[in-house]
């Protein structure tokens, strides 16, 4: 856990742990299968590094679509059938939305594709730093909050050029049955561009009987699946293990009705809008459903004596936006 960000305030908490909220015994895939999705997923990724230049030089939508798909190889190189309703905005769009696991991103880059808002680290990182940086990801110094100013005006800078931008608004992890509240000063970037802010909801089941092993259709209707969160004091290494051992994940992304600009008067009024649409699309299912294997998440913790802590991708609680 970062101490130092429990003791700064701006720093956002989720009460999810490894403890609490992963499952015990999560269904697995055969042992002679683990081995052909790691070989499958490195595949992917040094294919990625070797071609990133080229595709660069590409026309725009022909990079775009190499882009999808790529990226939709990750999920499916590690055995994660992916499930899609709704479709992008045209243009430029500011996309946000729930934060359960790293899977998010390829999930995301393969649905809406454009420049992820990323921790300042994650462009240190061998390979997909490499990856991200070619990408045009936008980095965030998260140890300096006077460098947010800053940040949101590239944001929006690069909403006026015509590239839609990708955050994860809550700034931490959640193990997919609660969703924290969306930090403001990114949807202040919308408001300066004149763009549409787009909702898109995650969540990750279990696939139902009726889409088994056969290939059939993906059920809707499958309980809702914990492995693939990287919550607490989750390493990426066992996240990684966690999500290419498992049996029937399945990985729903639902892209909602953009919110027009000029729809509400201030950041403030815009990011509880968003909230409240990625909420609507997930509540109904979340309450209802069964967690794979989990147990119920812990109480939110107090500024003194909570334990949880979100995650992102270099391990350690991000600050919010």
């Known amino acids: 856990m970062d101490t130092a960000g429990r003791a700064n305030p701006w720093f956002p908490f989720s009460p999810c742990t490894v403890a609490g909220c992963l499952p015990r015994g999560p269904a697995a895939a055969g042992a002679a299968l683990r081995p052909v999705r790691w ?5 992917v990724l040094l294919t990625g590094v070797a071609l990133s ?6 026309a ?8 999808r798909r790529w990226n939709r190889a990750i999920a ?3 055995g994660v059938r992916v499930r899609v309703t709704g479709a992008p905005a045209a243009g430029p769009a500011l996309v946000v939305a729930n934060h359960v696991s790293w899977l998010d991103v390829p999930l995301l880059a393969a649905v809406v594709p454009g420049r992820m808002l990323a921790k300042r680290e994650v462009g240190r990182y061998p390979v997909l730093g490499r990856l991200a940086a070619r990408g045009g990801t936008l980095f965030i110094d998260r140890e300096r909050l006077r460098s947010l100013p800053g940040t949101v005006g590239e944001i929006a800078a690069a909403l006026r050029a015509g590239s839609t931008v990708v955050v994860f608004p809550e700034g931490s992890t959640r193990c997919g049955r609660q969703r924290g509240p969306f930090r403001r000063a990114v949807f202040q970037a919308a408001l300066d561009a004149g763009v549409p802010v787009q909702p898109v909801a995650i969540r990750y089941r279990t696939r139902g009987a009726a889409g088994g092993a056969a290939g059939g259709a993906v059920e809707a209707g499958g309980t809702v699946d914990a492995r693939a969160a990287f919550v607490g004091d989750d390493t990426l290494a066992a996240s990684l293990r966690r999500v290419a051992a498992a049996r029937g994940l399945v990985a729903e992304v639902t892209v909602l ?3 027009p600009p000029g729809a509400h008067p201030d950041r403030r009024a815009l990011a509880g809008a968003a909230r409240e649409a990625v909420e609507a699309a997930l509540t109904a ?3 209802t459903a069964a967690v794979a294997g989990g147990r119920p998440c812990p109480p939110p913790p107090g500024p003194a004596t ?3 802590t979100g995650r992102d991708l270099s391990g350690r609680q991000p600050a919010a936006a």
Request: hydrophobic content about 55%; charged content about 20%.
């Open 53 to 58: 230049p080229a595709v660069r030089r590409l």
């Open 39 to 43: 070989a499958a997923l490195a595949a």
């Open 76 to 78: 499916a190189a590690l």
């Open 285 to 287: 299912a979340v309450e």
């Open 257 to 259: 009705p953009p919110l």
């Open 306 to 308: 909570g334990t949880g």
């Open 60 to 67: 725009p939508a022909r990079r775009e679509g190499l882009v």
